[in-house]
């Protein structure tokens, strides 16, 4: 995932490459775990990097249009975001005491999603499955 080249408009996302979606970019490489576009924001804030919050919600957006960034809704309601290693399909574990996410293959999951949709006469497009638990790294420390 990069938002660098070498014009002043980057085609992948489609809009003016800016000191403020590098920005964005950059915190996106180094985290390694789904975190919001708050925790985003204050991760650029800690850098120094003057991006509104606005910004912040509008790149990742453009990231997740172009499937450089996964995003997905945590047990609360609220959208959390990753760039993921893999650009294959995949799936989540996330540990919802400390953020740990594994990429994991849907397996089981891909069958079931088809055999729903073929149940109900329906031609499956797309689905998509998050698994939330607690790591056993968590559960020594409770």
Request: aromatic content about 4%; glycine content about 8%.
């Amino acid at each position: 995932m990069t938002v660098h080249s070498s014009s002043s408009h980057t085609p992948k996302l489609g809009m003016r490459t800016t000191k403020q979606r590098t920005a964005v970019v950059e915190v996106m490489q180094e985290i390694d775990r789904f975190q919001s576009a708050k925790e985003i924001h204050t991760a650029l804030q800690d850098r120094n990097a003057k991006v509104g919050l606005t910004t912040v919600y509008r790149t990742l957006q453009s990231l997740v249009d172009i499937n450089a960034v996964d995003a997905l809704h945590s047990p609360t309601g609220e959208v959390l975001y990753r760039h993921c290693e893999s650009e294959a399909h995949h799936h989540h574990l996330v540990c919802t005491k400390c953020g740990r996410t594994e990429e994991i293959d849907g397996g089981p999951i891909e069958k079931w999603a088809k055999d729903v949709a073929d149940t109900y006469g329906f031609q499956l497009t797309g689905h998509d499955a998050e698994v939330f638990g607690v790591c056993a790294k968590c559960r020594g420390n409770s």
